[in-house]
């Protein structure tokens, strides 16, 4: 695929509730005239693709999705195939998602999935899109997976936390936002502790050879101070992202990516 399909390519990681940093990423690169023309996500990144992609903007999507109890979003239910249930988070994506297939959104996107059953990662662009977006943030072990022809589909991260794959030869500057930094955890006792910890190292293993592929990479550190699972902190967040991106902005020349 030519790198002249696509100007401007953005590519969102997965990190659970540290996903609200993507928003205020794209706040600061909008503020700055720079809007992506494709996007790939995983995750919470495939969440906030969809939405941005369906015409919403990054305040609008945080107002949308913020919560003051992460009851909102998640319940333990009986353990089967799944700890907690997701119901929440497809609550929000179906009562505001308006484009119901992926060729009705108003940017195009790419949404990462593992394939539970063959093994793999697929990258999904057509078809019908809220399942898969769910089944990209479907945490295993703590969510169920969802069926997809029939196929069982788990979080993408799993395969692909920087899904760059389906646009890394098809755009001429890809910008990625990566909201899963690692740091030393005290507490890792309890079964959801232990499978979220395992998730976010299983999540971070090759950010550092695929950040070089970026022409600008965003990925603060200090989101390692938040939990995956706690959307309490949303605002906090977002304001990392959108920080953090103000600053990166500084050491590039804009005018650069708006002409590339």
């Known amino acids: ?11 969102l990681s997965g990190g659970g509730a540290r996903g609200f940093a993507h928003l205020g990423v794209i706040q600061a690169l ?38 003051t109890s992460r009851l909102r ?30 060729e009705e959104l108003k940017i195009p996107l790419f949404v990462a999935a593992t394939d539970l059953n063959n093994g793999r990662v697929d990258y999904f662009c057509s078809g019908e899109l809220l399942n898969a977006v769910i089944a990209s943030a479907s945490i295993p072990v703590l969510f169920k997976p969802v069926v997809l022809d029939n196929k069982h589909y788990v979080d993408g991260g799993v395969l692909d936390n920087l899904p760059i794959k389906p646009i890394e030869n098809s755009c001429r500057f ?10 030393y955890q005290e507490n890792v006792t309890n079964l959801i502790n232990i499978a979220e910890r395992s998730f976010l190292l ?3 293993k090759e950010v550092g050879e695929k950040a070089k592929k970026f022409d600008l990479f965003i990925a603060p550190p200090s989101l ?35 002409s590339s």
Do not use: C, H
């Open 174 to 183: 890809i910008i990625g936002s990566f909201v899963n930094p690692t740091g």
């Open 1 to 11: 695929m030519s790198k002249d399909k696509y100007k401007i390519g953005l590519v």
């Open 30 to 67: 909008n503020e700055a005239g720079i809007f992506p023309d494709v996007i790939s996500g995983t995750s919470a990144g495939a969440i906030a693709g969809a939405l941005y992609a369906d015409g919403y903007s990054p305040k609008e999507i945080l107002n949308l999705t913020n919560s």
């Open 73 to 102: 979003y998640i319940r333990p239910t009986v353990p089967k195939d799944g700890l907690l249930q997701i119901a929440g988070m497809v609550r929000i994506l179906r009562n505001n998602l308006r484009a119901k297939i992926f």
């Open 202 to 204: 299983s999540m971070s």
């Open 224 to 258: 390692r101070n938040y939990k995956i699972l706690d959307p309490e902190k949303a605002e906090e967040v977002y304001a990392v992202g959108y920080n953090a991106t103000k600053e990166k902005l500084k050491s590039v020349n804009i005018k650069s990516i708006l």
